[in-house]
């Protein structure tokens, strides 16, 4: 057991107790061999997972689904359209439309309540030059599938321009905003 999470008999629930947000992120001990230093962007990365892993309760759901028809499709829907659409606007829509469905999917644990997320906000891992960097379509429940592939096109474009030489990223990155869309 960690040492600094001590048991908490009159929590409400038994896996949440205050000594849950005193744990400091730890990082394991680093193995022998060639160490190579992370850069300030992996270290940010590192200590945000490490804490969310910590301080967060978090589940995983897996689905398996058949998108035959869709890839067999996506030709035919792309022809007449000078953007081409992605299999992953039609992911991102497909989620966008569960969570609607079930809004205790967008939940955070808080305090003593769930909160649910007033908007469907969903991150697309993007490979950039200097690594990874997940950019966030922003309200994906309440966008058109043209909108939702504009905003993801955009948002891979820059994410790769702002990432192949300077290794930094635009915080205004990881959003994109309705505002972008001239308000659509």
Do not use: W
């Amino acid at each position: 057991m960690h040492d600094s999470i001590q048991s908490n008999s009159t929590a409400s629930t038994p896996f949440v107790s205050s000594a849950v947000e005193r744990i400091e992120p730890r990082r394991a001990p680093a193995p022998n061999g060639k160490k190579i230093p992370l850069t300030r962007r992996q270290g940010i990365i590192a200590d945000k997972m490490l804490a969310s892993k910590q301080r967060i309760p978090c589940f995983y759901l897996s689905i398996r689904v058949d998108v035959t028809d869709l890839v067999e499709n996506l030709d035919k829907l792309n022809k007449p359209v000078p953007e081409k659409y992605s299999i992953n606007d039609f992911i991102m829509l497909a989620l966008a439309a569960g969570m609607k469905h079930y809004p205790i999917m967008t939940g955070q644990l808080g305090k003593d309540c769930i909160v649910l997320s007033p908007t469907i906000d969903i991150g697309l891992v993007v490979a950039a030059e200097n690594g990874p960097i997940v950019p966030v379509v922003s309200d994906v429940g309440a966008k058109t599938l043209e909108q939702v592939s504009a905003c993801r096109r955009d948002l891979v474009k820059r994410a790769k321009e702002d990432y192949s030489d300077s290794g930094r990223c635009d915080r205004r990155l990881y959003h994109h905003q309705q505002s972008r869309q001239g308000g659509n």
